[in-house]
């Protein structure tokens, strides 16, 4: 069935590096998809999205870049922060009517 | 501009009970989605609903589970006869209604049943 996955569960890096999360879909006709980032105890944020007539986007220390060619999405963080310790989830949000298949989530640990 | 709000944020049912959890959507929000997660996974749709309708639910239990958005007042998801497996993180989310096709969804903090 179709499915939005995450390369990897668990990412460390060390505070000032640049972070960069995977994320792959199997649903060619896929054309809307969104990072969020969830903190322990609350509810996903916002972080970026992106639609299929783009390759890249960029927003505040964020970028999204899309292959449609294989299907896989990346999230990628400047400068990362102990603020951006976090779980990312990449979302597909193609559906009719707007519901989002989320990935199973990459928790991403800041080492100061 | 309040954000979307839930409540409770934790509530506790022993088994048999019912579960009667509230999103309010944010200002100008005439869209609302419920979301479960469970521990250690990402989040899955449940039902979206506009004002007085239910748009699709295809990812609602068959039994036990309801959601409704009325005209006045907040969304409720409610779950009848509350089992163990029902423990988990409840989010809700709501959109505009731009008409442009995206679908920015804001989420709430999460209402997080505990069955006993």
């Known amino acids: 069935g179709e499915s939005v996955g995450l390369h990897l569960p668990t990412l460390s890096v060390q505070e000032g590096d640049n972070s960069i999360i995977n994320c792959a879909y199997s649903n060619s006709a896929s054309d809307y998809f969104i990072w969020y980032k969830q903190e322990s105890g609350k509810g996903p944020q916002f972080i970026i999205d992106?639609?299929?007539?783009?390759d890249k986007r960029q927003g505040q220390r964020v970028t999204v870049l899309l292959n449609k060619t294989v299907k896989h999405l990346s999230l990628q963080i400047a400068a990362t922060q102990p603020g951006d310790s976090a779980v990312y989830f990449c979302?597909?949000?193609?559906?009719?009517?707007?519901?989002?298949?989320f990935g199973q989530g990459t928790e991403l640990s800041v080492k100061p | 501009n309040a954000g979307v709000m839930q409540n409770p944020r934790h509530l506790v049912r022993r088994r048999g009970q019912e579960a009667r959890l509230r999103c309010s959507p944010m200002?100008?929000?005439?869209?609302v989605y419920w979301y479960r997660q469970l521990p250690e996974e990402g989040l899955k749709f449940m039902v979206y609903?506009?004002?007085?309708?239910?748009?699709?639910e295809s990812g609602m239990p068959k039994e036990r589970f309801s959601a409704e958005f009325p005209k006045e007042g907040p969304s409720i998801l409610r779950i009848q006869q509350v089992v163990r497996g029902d423990s988990a993180a409840y989010f809700c989310a709501s959109s505009p209604n731009t008409g442009t096709g995206l679908n920015e969804q804001y989420f709430g903090p999460g209402t997080r049943l505990t069955v006993t």
């Open positions: 992106i639609r299929s007539n783009m």
């Open positions: 609903l506009q004002k007085e309708n239910i748009i699709d």
């Open positions: 979302a597909d949000g193609s559906r009719q009517g707007g519901k989002l298949i």
């Open positions: 200002k100008g929000h005439s869209h």
